[in-house]
């Protein structure tokens, strides 16, 4: 079975233009599927801008003269991305490692939650909400997303967490959807230092996270 050693691990530095980075995401993924290239967990930032999933409602976008606005497609809705938000792009083979896009999404979920309580964020999943929860100053609030497609039972797309973006830019779309929660960040959680500390987490956590995908933990 492969193992977190098998898979690439990358973290671009700067901010990486959306089109560039679903282009690269198309080409790995075709590479992948001919085992002309290893699996890949991408970590970048992008400059701000709004993405549109499968299910958007042009509805909910309010300003789109506000920030450049891309198809994805990727499932789910409107999505902020911009500088000080955390986005990982995933490239895993499902032929490999289960073909459950339940299992997937329910793993990197957990993963997410572990990660956040690594550097001491207590995160959770929300019955019928897709996402990561926390709590900020006593009610619910997001810091995290998740929007995926798979190809052929290959993965792409991924998730992003709210290190210390602008949270005011969120208020152009309603985010993923959910019109009576609000978002929140780690710095708004006072945690420090919190790219550094996020990444070193999620790397540590990566083995448990494709132990649960291959269904060898079912505590997740």
Same mark, same amino acid.
């Given at each position: 079975?492969?193992?977190?050693?098998?898979?690439?691990?990358?973290?671009?530095?700067?901010?990486?233009?959306?089109?560039?980075?679903?282009?690269?995401?198309?080409?790995?993924?075709?590479?992948?599927?001919?085992?002309?290239?290893?699996?890949? @967990?991408?970590?970048?930032?992008?400059?701000?801008?709004?993405?549109?999933?499968?299910?958007?409602?042009?509805?909910?976008?309010?300003?789109?003269?506000?920030?450049?606005?891309?198809?994805?497609?990727?499932?789910?809705?409107?999505?902020?991305?911009?500088?000080?938000?955390?986005?990982?792009?995933?490239?895993?083979?499902?032929?490999?490692?289960?073909?459950?896009?339940?299992?997937?999404?329910?793993?990197?979920?957990?993963?997410?939650?572990?990660?956040?309580?690594?550097?001491?964020?207590?995160?959770?999943?929300?019955?019928?909400?897709?996402?990561?929860?926390?709590?900020?100053?006593?009610?619910?609030?997001?810091?995290?997303?998740?929007?995926?497609?798979?190809?052929?039972?290959?993965?792409?797309?991924?998730?992003?967490?709210?290190?210390?973006?602008?949270?005011?830019?969120?208020?152009?779309?309603?985010?993923?959807?959910?019109?009576?929660?609000?978002?929140?960040?780690?710095?708004?959680?006072? @945690?420090?230092?919190?790219?550094?500390?996020?990444?070193?987490?999620?790397?540590?956590?990566?083995?448990?996270?494709?132990?649960?995908?291959?269904?060898?933990?079912?505590?997740?």
């Amino acid at each position: 079975m492969a193992s977190a050693s098998d898979i690439e691990w990358r973290e671009s530095p700067g901010l990486t233009p959306y089109p560039e980075a679903l282009a690269e995401m198309e080409r790995r993924v075709e590479a992948v599927q001919q085992g002309e290239a290893p699996e890949l @967990v991408w970590l970048l930032e992008h400059p701000p801008l709004y993405t549109a999933g499968t299910s958007a409602d042009p509805a909910e976008l309010f300003n789109p003269q506000s920030f450049p606005v891309y198809e994805a497609g990727r499932g789910g809705r409107y999505t902020y991305h911009g500088p000080g938000q955390r986005v990982g792009y995933l490239m895993l083979d499902l032929n490999r490692r289960g073909k459950d896009v339940r299992r997937f999404v329910h793993s990197l979920e957990g993963w997410l939650i572990d990660t956040l309580g690594e550097i001491g964020v207590e995160a959770w999943r929300a019955p019928g909400r897709i996402g990561i929860w926390t709590d900020r100053q006593g009610a619910e609030a997001k810091i995290g997303a998740i929007g995926v497609r798979v190809r052929r039972w290959v993965t792409m797309h991924g998730f992003s967490v709210n290190i210390d973006p602008e949270l005011s830019h969120f208020s152009g779309i309603v985010p993923c959807g959910l019109a009576d929660y609000p978002v929140t960040s780690l710095a708004e959680l006072g @945690v420090s230092d919190g790219q550094k500390r996020f990444d070193t987490a999620l790397r540590q956590g990566l083995s448990q996270f494709l132990a649960r995908l291959q269904g060898e933990d079912e505590e997740a």
